[in-house]
T-cell receptor, first 113, second 113 residues
Framework: DAGVTQSPTHLIKTRGQQVTLRCSPKSGHDTVSWYQQALGQGPQFIFQYYEEEERQRGNFPDRFSGHQFPNYSSELNVNALLLGDSALYLC????????????FGDGTRLSIL | SQQGEEDPQALSIQEGENATMNCSYKTSINNLQWYRQNSGRGLVHLILIRSNEREKHSGRLRVTLDTSKKSSSLLITASRAADTASYFCATVFNAGNNRKLIWGLGTSLAVNP
């Protein structure tokens, strides 16, 4: 049973570019949440997708957008990249009501030059 | 902010000793979860404790929850070098029709051989 998978594992971009990160949830999970984790910090909630709609959103600008597909996989898009967007981006899957713990992928390390 | 807070921020102990980490939060919760993160990896769920529970055990882990003090503790007994990681608490609470999960800043644990 595959857990949460994320791609790519590492990515290097320059300021102003756009990036798309991908996540496949654990089998049986229908909800995907995205987090940004700066070095030495805790995860910061970006948004959550369920039934192909954004259900909750953290304090992130509109440059951060997402999508969920009918197979529950998800993408995170970031436009007009800033140096401060350099971080580990984590995807977590769960059931929508949050009754069970989230399962995390190993993240995508995004570096902005 | 409704973010949980862990203390200590960093903890260094010798192998075989016990490690205790604390988490405080600000609002009524549905459940509280502890996660572990090895450097540069995703978070791994350790224990979930519901608001009507006071203590849970899993192997060498013991979690307590005091809802009157809005605090939880994670005890790792007979620590091993492999326990070296960051430990995060996450609280789940109702926010309208949604359930929100708020992360603490984490405790960095170093277990020295």
């Amino acid at each position: 049973d595959a857990g949460v998978t994320q791609s790519p594992t590492h990515l290097i971009k320059t300021r102003g570019q756009q990036v798309t990160l991908r996540c496949s949830p654990k089998s049986g999970h229908d909800t995907v949440s995205w987090y940004q984790q700066a070095l030495g910090q805790g995860p910061q909630f970006i948004f959550q997708y369920y039934e192909e709609e954004e259900r909750q959103r953290g304090n992130f600008p509109d440059r951060f957008s997402g999508h969920q597909f009918p197979n529950y996989s998800s993408e995170l898009n970031v436009n007009a990249l800033l140096l401060g967007d350099s971080a580990l981006y984590l995807c977590a899957s769960s059931d929508y009501r949050g009754r069970q713990p989230q399962h995390f992928g190993d993240g995508t390390r995004l570096s902005i030059l | 902010s409704q973010q949980g807070e862990e203390d200590p921020q960093a903890l260094s102990i010798q192998e075989g000793e016990n490690a205790t980490m604390n988490c405080s939060y600000k609002t009524s919760i549905n459940n509280l979860q502890w996660y572990r993160q090895n450097s540069g990896r995703g978070l791994v769920h350790l224990i979930l404790i519901r608001s009507n529970e006071r203590e849970k055990h899993s192997g060498r882990l013991r979690v307590t929850l005091d809802t009157s003090k809005k605090s939880s503790s994670l005890l790792i007994t007979a620590s091993r070098a492999a326990d070296t990681a960051s430990y995060f608490c996450a609280t789940v609470f109702n926010a309208g029709n949604n359930r929100k999960l708020i992360w603490g800043l984490g405790t960095s644990l170093a277990v020295n051989p």
